[in-house]
Each structure stands twice: as structure tokens, then as C-alpha cells.
């Protein structure tokens, strides 16, 4: 076992859920930040993570990690400081239960979040709208799915995280139809659906044919969509929506709180 593991282990029973009690999605988002790092890094030096030690996880390996999502994974520095947060964090624990790299740990955990400007937010129009939810092809499972993920985005204003963290039964079909979901700061909150929305949706929900405690909106095999695949599918989309609709910038859209997208 790696001098890593047992830390691993304790970052997220311990640190997370028994001292800080961080959300569930917040438990998810650090797991799939460290499981792309150590992806990353079994990539680069052939050593899987499994035998990985911290020597392993120096700042050059970190730095060259977090220009790896910006330079071949394309993520934006909103994204990028999103990892570097959760690998603060882990190194953050370790500080304490590994004396011996105090040097180490200190370098990565100086490493610094990434300047931007913050871009104003707009709105798609509803011509924008319109193409960018019909532009899923519907004659295949996956583009059923995004049709009914975009709609209930745009409708509802639902965070990216709202959206893939959504089951079957927080969906509420007829006489005040609804959608349940786990807000920012642990908060439930229920918003209405509009007609159109619920038409869908009940579709949708038919073919899905999921438990109650399943994903609304799975991958084809089963699991929760991450916040990088509702970023590449929206981006997808928005190219083939551009075809009908020019005013759609592909390379400028991205799932934002609002649930929609901004130009």
C-alpha cells in the first residue's frame, strides 16, 4: 500500500464527512478532481495509483496537471481553480500526518489560484433557445436525454450540479408538477414546471423507466453525468444549433448557475 492511501481514506471519511460534513456533491466533485490527477499521473510516469508516494506529487507534477486541464482538457480557469481547491485541500490534511514532506506539501499548497476577469452573464435569446433544445438528435438515446436535460436547464434555471444530481423521484409530474432539488448551502428547494417542460419530461421518464433513488439524466451505463460531460454536450449541441441559428457562440457557451448559457 502506498504512503497515500491511508491518507486518501482519511481525507475524505474523516476530513470531509465527519469533521467538515461537506455535501455530497461536494464529496463527488473532490473525488473526480484527485481521480483525474491521479489518472493524469499514472499517465505521465507509468505508476498507478496504487504505488503512487507524495515525491510522486510534487508542484511540477501538480503545475503540469493543471495546465493539462486547460491546455488538453480545455477547462476554464473556473475549472482549473476547482481542482487546484480540492488538491489544496487533500495536501491541507496531509500537512499534518506527513511531517517528513512539510516542504513538498508547502510548495503545492502555495501554488496559486488562477486570475480572470468575471464576464458579465447573458442570456440566449428564444430563437437561441429554441435551436440550441432542438439540436439534440432525437432518433438517438443520448440526444433524447440531452433534449430533456437542456429543457429543464433552461426552463427551470437549475445549477449544472442541481441538474446531474436530480433522481427520478424529485420529479413531479400533473397538478403542481415540480422538480426537488439540493441547492447551494444544503438548501431544498421545489421549482414549477411549465406544460411543455412536464410533456418531455414525462417522456423522458418513460423511457428512463429508473428507480426513484436513479439518476434522471444517466450515462449509458448507469451512473450520474459529470460537470464535464454537461459541458461538452451543451458545447455539442451549441455547434449544431449554430447551423440554424449564427448567433450562437459554440466556443463562448457554457452551463452556467443560471442553467442556461451565456454569450
Not at 503545475?63 to 485541500?89: K, M, Q, V, Y
Not at 403542481?176 to 428547494?189: I, M, P, Q, T
Request: with cysteine.
Amino acid at each position: 500500500m502506498s504512503a497515500i492511501a491511508p491518507t486518501l481514506q482519511g481525507f475524505f471519511t474523516e476530513r470531509l464527512v465527519q469533521q467538515r460534513r461537506v455535501s455530497p456533491r461536494t464529496i463527488a466533485s473532490y473525488r473526480d478532481s484527485l481521480k483525474l490527477l491521479f489518472v493524469f499521473v499514472q499517465q505521465r510516469t507509468g505508476k498507478p495509483p496504487a504505488t503512487l508516494d507524495w515525491a510522486d506529487l510534487d508542484v511540477e507534477v501538480i503545475g503540469a496537471f493543471l495546465e493539462h486541464l486547460e491546455t488538453d482538457r480545455r477547462n476554464g480557469p473556473r475549472t482549473r481553480n476547482l481542482r487546484l481547491t480540492a488538491i489544496r485541500s487533500l495536501f491541507a490534511y496531509a500537512a499534518l500526518r506527513h511531517p517528513e514532506h512539510a516542504e513538498l506539501i508547502q510548495r503545492v499548497l502555495a501554488i496559486p489560484a488562477k486570475r480572470f476577469d468575471k464576464q458579465l452573464v447573458s442570456f440566449l435569446t428564444p430563437a437561441e433557445i429554441d435551436a440550441l433544445v432542438d439540436a439534440p438528435d432525437r432518433s438517438r438515446w443520448e440526444g433524447r436525454r440531452d433534449r430533456a436535460l437542456l429543457l429543464l436547464a433552461v426552463q427551470t434555471g437549475l445549477r449544472v450540479s442541481e441538474l446531474i444530481g436530480l433522481d427520478c423521484d424529485d420529479v413531479s409530474l400533473g397538478v403542481g408538477a415540480h422538480v426537488r432539488c439540493l441547492g447551494k448551502g444544503r438548501k431544498n428547494r421545489a421549482v414549477p414546471l411549465t406544460s411543455p417542460t412536464q410533456a418531455v419530461l414525462r417522456v423522458w421518464m418513460a423511457e428512463r423507466a429508473g428507480r426513484r433513488d436513479e439518476p434522471l439524466f444517466p450515462t449509458r451505463t448507469g451512473r450520474r453525468l459529470s460537470i464535464d460531460a454537461v459541458q461538452r454536450l451543451v458545447r455539442e449541441h451549441a455547434t449544431t444549433a449554430a447551423r440554424r441559428c449564427p448567433t450562437i457562440r459554440p466556443e463562448q457557451l457554457h452551463p452556467t448557475s443560471c442553467g442556461t448559457a451565456a454569450r
